[in-house]
């Protein structure tokens, strides 16, 4: 065999195996995280955690920043299960802290507040149900939360954690989708806050990185696990539920 042929088999063999090996990885800390979780999911009723849900990594992340660095005023784009489980975790815990919600799907918005009404725990939590509009943004226009629509219902409310998982942004046509959070939303971010990121894997949510570092250079960046982008003011306590 030609040896340019052999080293291109090796490289694409070495490739396939990290690949291979980084998908394993993310599955470990999945399972873990599920582990640590259990004490929010065994006893209540089922949660469909499905693909269209959080990672349990990012979740497990997210409590831990709840919890560790004591965040009160929670921004959601996008509701899911993570609302639930948060919630879960305010009321268990009793934690002075709430939860406003972003959801542009009735249907699905509906189901959440029945979901959280069953369990007691709308005090925690605030649904805002708005519909997806187009807007301008910096890179173009996209379709996201109807913005005066959402700006009069949070009005000059300022939260310490954001979690941004929403609206949909997995093709190539909505991949910006997510930008307006960042974009328009800073005047209600506190001083010391964590914003967290989903899908940071995908070309769309990389831009939306380069974007906030290049406007933001005093706001630190971490990823976690692959897929969770993690933008702080101020490093505290990490809350990373697994390190190698």
């Given at each position: 065999?030609?040896?340019?042929?052999?080293?291109?088999?090796?490289?694409?063999?070495?490739?396939?195996?990290?690949?291979?090996?980084?998908?394993?990885?993310?599955?470990?800390?999945?399972?873990?995280?599920?582990?640590?979780?259990?004490?929010?999911?065994?006893?209540?009723?089922?949660?469909?955690?499905?693909?269209?849900?959080?990672?349990?990594?990012?979740?497990?992340?997210?409590?831990?920043?709840?919890?560790?660095?004591?965040?009160?005023?929670?921004?959601?784009?996008?509701?899911?299960?993570?609302?639930?489980?948060?919630?879960?975790?305010?009321?268990?815990?009793?934690?002075?802290a709430r939860i406003v919600t972003v959801e542009?799907?009735?249907?699905?918005?509906?189901?959440?507040?029945?979901?959280?009404?069953?369990?007691?725990?709308?005090?925690?939590?605030?649904?805002?149900?708005?519909?997806?509009?187009?807007?301008?943004?910096?890179?173009?226009?996209?379709?996201?939360?109807?913005?005066?629509?959402?700006?009069?219902?949070?009005?000059?409310?300022?939260?310490?954690?954001?979690?941004?998982?929403?609206?949909?942004?997995?093709?190539?046509?909505?991949?910006?989708?997510?930008?307006?959070?960042?974009?328009?939303?800073?005047?209600?971010?506190?001083?010391?806050?964590?914003?967290?990121?989903?899908?940071?894997?995908?070309?769309?949510?990389?831009?939306?990185?380069?974007?906030?570092?290049?406007?933001?250079?005093?706001?630190?960046?971490?990823?976690?696990?692959?897929?969770?982008?993690?933008?702080?003011?101020?490093?505290?306590?990490?809350?990373?539920?697994?390190?190698?």
């Amino acid at each position: 065999m030609n040896i340019f042929l052999k080293i291109k088999n090796a490289l694409k063999n070495s490739n396939k195996s990290y690949i291979e090996l980084k998908h394993h990885r993310k599955k470990s800390d999945d399972i873990y995280s599920l582990a640590i979780l259990q004490s929010l999911l065994v006893g209540y009723p089922y949660l469909p955690l499905n693909g269209g849900a959080l990672r349990p990594v990012c979740i497990a992340y997210i409590l831990n920043e709840i919890i560790i660095n004591q965040r009160q005023h929670i921004l959601e784009f996008g509701s899911g299960i993570s609302t639930i489980i948060m919630a879960r975790l305010l009321k268990k815990n009793g934690l002075n802290a709430r939860i406003v919600t972003v959801e542009h799907n009735e249907a699905w918005a509906n189901n959440l507040k029945t979901y959280l009404k069953n369990e007691d725990l709308l005090q925690f939590v605030e649904v805002v149900r708005v519909d997806l509009k187009e807007i301008t943004t910096s890179m173009g226009a996209v379709h996201w939360y109807d913005y005066k629509a959402l700006s009069m219902a949070i009005k000059e409310m300022t939260f310490d954690l954001i979690i941004i998982d929403g609206p949909p942004a997995n093709t190539s046509k909505l991949k910006h989708s997510r930008l307006p959070a960042l974009e328009r939303f800073a005047p209600n971010f506190k001083a010391d806050f964590c914003l967290v990121l989903d899908d940071v894997h995908r070309k769309g949510e990389q831009d939306l990185v380069a974007f906030y570092k290049g406007k933001n250079k005093n706001v630190s960046y971490e990823i976690i696990s692959e897929t969770l982008g993690v933008f702080r003011t101020t490093n505290k306590f990490n809350p990373i539920p697994i390190h190698y």
